[in-house]
């Protein structure tokens, strides 16, 4: 019996992924935004993408980093005089390391439950313990707080910002309200208030809007930001009421 079409590209795509992305951790390689975009999903190489993204989110990061990006945050970083920041929820850690090679003060905390990093390689130091309990107890010692994909309707993401205090920072990557990332309590936080109760229930109040959108600092950050096929996160910059 032949090999179906559809079973070949996925083939293809799986090896394209693990060989690309495997050589990358081996070298701690950071690619370009030109380097990277062939493997985003684009219709004519739909199947690399769908197993590119399934690859790179499990063994580097849920948003897509390159050079270019981390030269755009730290841009933004330096010109709000941002002293020393915290990656609650790092996972490998990939971010905070590339930032601290950029001159930036960065430390890194995982959730104490993550079980979907394949393969537990940091590429630097991170703190341990628990990052919603660290916060709780250390928030106050940092001028800014980096928040990537917090999970999908749990209230990780809210416990982070919740700790965070007036003045300080927040570096949200994710998707908006009613998206995947995040619960709508951390949305509605932020500004973005999604409720999707049953018409048959009461709609519920939105909570206060906690924290101030920096729109010129939010687009800069994107300016060279990659999103996979089909995925709508994006950076946004806050400053904590």
Known sequence: METSPKRDEYAIGKEIAHSTVEDWILRKYIPTVKEFAPYIGRMEDFMTGIMFRSVYVKNVSWTIITREMIQDFVYVCRQLGVGKLIDAGCGHGVLAHVLREKGLAVDAINADKDGYHEIQRPWGERLKGDAVEFMKENASKYHGVILSWPPYDDPFGTHI????????????????????????????????????????????PPPPVEFDFLEEETERINKHFLRFDGIHDRWRVYIKK
């Open 161 to 204: 910002v919740k700790a965070m205090s007036s003045g300080q920072f927040l570096f949200y990557c994710g998707e908006g309200g009613g998206g995947c990332t995040g619960d709508k309590y951390l949305h509605g936080a932020l500004g973005d208030w999604c409720d999707w109760s049953s018409s048959d229930t009461k709609p519920e």
